[in-house]
């Protein structure tokens, strides 16, 4: 049976140097879950406006249930304005004081979240206060669920109280390598190297798994009662990491809440991660066997 996961947050128009993309963690999570056979929901909301019109007609074409995507009259649709480092790292300019930071606590939502095997949410739709009190109650309304936390750092916005109240009620983290000394610092915590710094915050907050995403380097975790795991990074020629992180965690999740071991759902997820950035953006199609060819395809660094 496919495991229901529902994924809390924003949608958004990545403003692209060439192109217009609908995007969002949320929302690209829920599309790889899919693709992988799981059923993921989208708790969203997008404005009345030309803009949320044409993101309703996206999530039909990627075969994302609207059902739960609320329709904002007074604030506008997302937007995200998205440039490129010169090693193809990806930065982003996001809108303030939009439609997705004012997700109402709906019955329709609580029932969505109490049917929930996990409820993934992430820190960009804790920046104002309607958004980020729904995800509040619906995480203490949910309490059987998987709680996974997506600590994806913006230039903009970082609340220490709400960090490490998120921090406070995941079971899993993920985390990307490159934020992990800033993080240190935020949350004044010693930062002596990723391994011991996960250990420190899983055990700081009470996290059962925290997981590292470290590019081409691949992935790095520690599990409070499993211990530490590693799977290096595959040789691809890179197109994009737009999307790579949740490509990781769809693979991950599809992996693990099948009952999968942590190896095989990191390894797993890991390939998915790697598959993403060989395409386009964060929506181009690829389901659970093109990623098992994949791996079987493509080298993994010594």
Known sequence: MAKRIVAFGEIVWDLLPHDRVLGGTPLNLVFRCNSFGEEGHLLSRVGDDELGE????????????????????????????????KNGESRYEVKEDVAFDHIEFTAEALILARQADCLFFGLLPQRYGLSKNT??????????????????????????????????????VRIKEKEMEFLAGKLKMNYT???????????????????????????????????????????????????????????????????????????FGNAAGALNTTKRGATEFFDKNEVLEFMKATSQQA
């Open 54 to 85: 044409a993101a309703l007609d996206k999530l039909v074409e990627l075969k994302i249930s609207d059902k739960n995507v609320q329709v904002d009259s007074e604030f506008p649709t997302g937007v995200v304005r998205v440039t490129f480092d």
């Open 193 to 267: 190297g990723l391994d011991d710094f996960a250990e420190q915050l899983s055990v700081k907050y009470k996290i059962d798994l925290v997981i590292i995403t470290r590019g081409n380097n691949g992935i790095s975790a520690f599990h409070t009662k499993k211990g530490r795991f590693y799977d290096p990074g595959y040789v691809v020629e890179m197109e994009d990491n737009i999307g790579s992180g949740m490509a990781f965690s769809a693979g991950f999740l599809h992996y693990y809440l099948n009952g999968k071991s942590m190896e095989e759902s990191i390894h």
């Open 135 to 172: 995800i509040r109650e619906l995480i203490k309304e949910a309490p059987d669920s998987l709680r996974f936390f997506d600590l994806k750092l913006f230039e903009h916005f970082f609340n220490v109280e709400v960090v490490e109240r998120l921090l406070n009620c995941a079971h899993i």
